[in-house]
């Protein structure tokens, strides 16, 4: 069955930096496009990254566009997010997702990893 | 403020018929198809509807979507208790090169 273990999340002052993993297993990895979405304590979904099976085409939030780069490691079946200048209102549940492909939805979710940006 | 327009809530009572909107834009909802995403509470989200009508294998055909024109909607109906949830809408905006969800509508089961 299809599986999705994000980690790396923790506690960090502003301006710190984190990276965020998801282990993916139970499919092929590299035939799937995959991204980033959040959530923020209380709020809704914002989706923060993608990209695409290969790694040739990333696309991003304007929120995090230049602070944050996704990218995946087909041969460990593992997609990250590094997430540099951190604010405090990056603080959220960071999910990781499958893409179905051509905008038919994300199909697998993770259970999510919690950044907590504080001082 | 979330590109996509959806109620923040909606109630029903048990067996009833319940819809949700979302509304958007000729750059989103106008020109791309719709997911609808259900999120129990304390749990990750879950795909519920794609491509505007279609439901994934573990979804019960008691939920429905449609879209026409720059909006879309989520119909549920014989209300159960375990449809208490958030749910969301989704999709790709042409204008911001960005996957965009609406603000989700907490549906609660009176």
């Known amino acids: 069955q299809v599986q999705l273990v994000e980690s790396g999340g923790g506690v960090v002052q502003p301006g710190g930096s984190l990276r965020l993993s998801c282990a993916a297993s139970?499919?092929?990895?590299?035939?799937?496009?995959m991204h980033w979405v959040r959530q923020a304590p209380g709020t809704g979904l914002e989706w923060v990254a993608f990209?695409?099976?290969?790694?040739?085409?990333?696309y991003y939030a304007d929120s995090v566009k230049g602070r944050f780069t996704i990218s995946r490691d087909n041969s460990k079946n593992t997609v990250y997010l590094q997430t540099n200048s951190l604010r405090a209102e990056d603080t959220a549940v960071y999910y990781c997702?499958?893409?179905?492909?051509?905008?038919?939805?994300?199909?697998?979710w993770g259970q999510g990893t919690l950044v907590i940006v504080s001082s | 403020q979330s590109v996509l327009t959806q109620p923040p809530s909606a109630s029903g009572t048990p067996g009833q018929r319940v819809t949700i909107s979302c509304s958007g834009r000729s750059s989103n909802i106008g020109s791309n198809t719709v997911n609808w995403y259900q999120q129990l509470p304390g749990t990750a989200p879950k795909l519920l509807i794609y491509?505007?009508?279609q439901r994934p294998s573990w979804v019960p055909d008691r939920f429905s979507g449609s879209k026409s024109g720059t909006s879309a909607s989520l119909a549920i109906s014989g209300l159960q208790s375990e449809d208490e949830a958030d749910y969301y809408c989704a999709t790709w905006d042409d204008s911001l090169n960005a996957w965009v969800f609406g603000g989700g509508t907490k549906l609660t089961v009176l």
């Open positions: 997702a499958k893409d179905r492909g051509g905008n038919t939805g994300f199909d697998y």
């Open positions: 990209i695409q099976y290969d790694g040739t085409n990333k």
């Open positions: 139970g499919f092929i990895f590299s035939s799937y496009g």
């Open positions: 491509t505007n009508n």
